[in-house]
C-alpha cells in the first residue's frame, strides 16, 4: 500500500521531538524513506518494529539502527541502569 503513512507517525518521538534527532536534514530524509514511503518502508523501520515488540522505543532508535528489538532492549535497560547508578 504505497502513500500509506507508518501507524506510529502520529506519535513518533523522530518526528516530533527535537532531540532524538537535531539533524533537520536527517530527520527529514527518514521520514521521507520510511514514515511516508508506504508499509513496504516502514515495515523496515527499527523504530516501528521495535515499538511493536516492546510497545515503546527508545530515543536513540533511529530507522536504520542496526540492533534488533531484544538488543535495543538490553541498550535500554543497560542506560537506564548507569543512569540509576549515577544519581
Not at 3 to 14: A, F
Not at 21 to 30: N, R, V
Not at 52 to 74: A, G, R
Request: with cysteine; proline share 7%.
Amino acid at each position: 500500500m504505497q502513500g500509506k503513512n507508518c501507524p506510529n507517525y502520529i506519535n513518533c518521538q523522530l518526528v516530533h521531538k527535537e532531540e532524538v534527532l537535531p539533524d533537520k536534514k536527517k530527520q527529514g530524509q527518514y521520514i521521507r524513506d520510511y514514515c511516508l514511503a508506504g508499509e513496504e518502508a516502514w515495515s523496515q523501520c527499527k523504530r516501528y518494529l521495535t515499538k511493536k515488540k516492546l510497545n515503546f522505543c527508545p530515543d536513540f532508535v533511529l530507522p536504520d539502527s542496526p540492533w534488533s528489538p531484544d538488543e535495543i532492549l538490553d541498550i535500554f535497560e543497560e542506560r537506564e541502569m548507569n543512569d540509576f547508578n549515577e544519581q
